[in-house]
């Protein structure tokens, strides 16, 4: 049973430029949470996806913004990077309306 | 709103010692709580959880107990290893939200 995947593992980008990370969720899950985690700090929400639409965002700018396709998988795009966005992206799927969620393996994100 | 405060780190312990990670929570409704470990490099385990007051989380002998009345979820394990090294965090999710509130997470080394 594959658990959560997400790609790339790691990205440089120049500050200005847009990013796009994917997230497959774990089978049987259909809702996808991005989080950031910055350096030496617990991940912060993003936002959550379900049935193809945001359900709730957490504190981050329109910059941030995702998709979730019919498969359940799911896109996090970051435009107007800023050296800030530098961090861990993380991806975690869930069942709807249960609390656990498993979370993927992390893309790193490098700013420069 | 919701929140997590969990005991700085980092925490340095000689293999076989005891240990204890505070964390207390702030939350409006009936949240369950987490613990999830991040070994370096990798993205977040799920370690144990709780879903009411009193219930008691364990796996791999680490337990914590949820404890409505001082508002904590301490984690412990009784003879920690090294290869127990690694960042710990407390989380919580309430039913209200669909997001996941972190604590900042601490820092575990077991040294032989």
């Known amino acids: 049973d594959a658990g959560v995947t997400q790609s790339p593992t790691h990205l440089i980008k120049t500050r200005g430029q847009q990013v796009t990370l994917r997230c497959s969720p774990k089978?049987?899950?259909?809702?996808v949470s991005w989080y950031q985690q910055a350096l030496g700090q617990g991940p912060q929400f993003i936002f959550q996806?379900?049935?193809?639409?945001?359900?709730q965002r957490g504190n981050f700018p329109d910059r941030f913004s995702g998709h979730q396709f019919p498969n359940y998988s799911s896109e996090l795009n970051v435009n107007a990077l800023l050296l800030g966005d530098s961090a861990l992206y993380l991806c975690a799927s869930s069942l709807a309306y249960t609390y656990e969620q498993y979370f993927g393996p992390g893309t790193r994100l490098t700013v420069t | 709103g919701d929140s997590v405060t969990q005991m700085e780190g980092p925490v340095t312990l000689s293999e076989e010692a005891f240990l204890t990670i505070n964390c207390t929570y702030t939350a409006t409704g009936y949240p369950s709580l987490f613990w999830y470990v991040q070994y370096p490099g990798e993205g977040l385990q799920l370690l144990l959880k709780?879903?009411?007051?009193?219930d008691k989380g364990s796996n791999k002998g680490f337990e914590a107990t949820y404890r409505k009345e001082t508002t904590s979820f301490h984690l412990e394990k009784g003879s920690v290893q090294v290869s127990d090294s690694a960042v710990y965090f407390c989380a919580l999710s309430d039913p209200s939200n669909n997001d996941m509130r972190f604590g900042a997470g601490t820092r575990l080394t077991v040294k032989p």
């Open positions: 709780a879903t009411k007051a009193d």
């Open positions: 996806y379900y049935e193809e639409e945001e359900r």
């Open positions: 089978s049987g899950h259909d809702t």
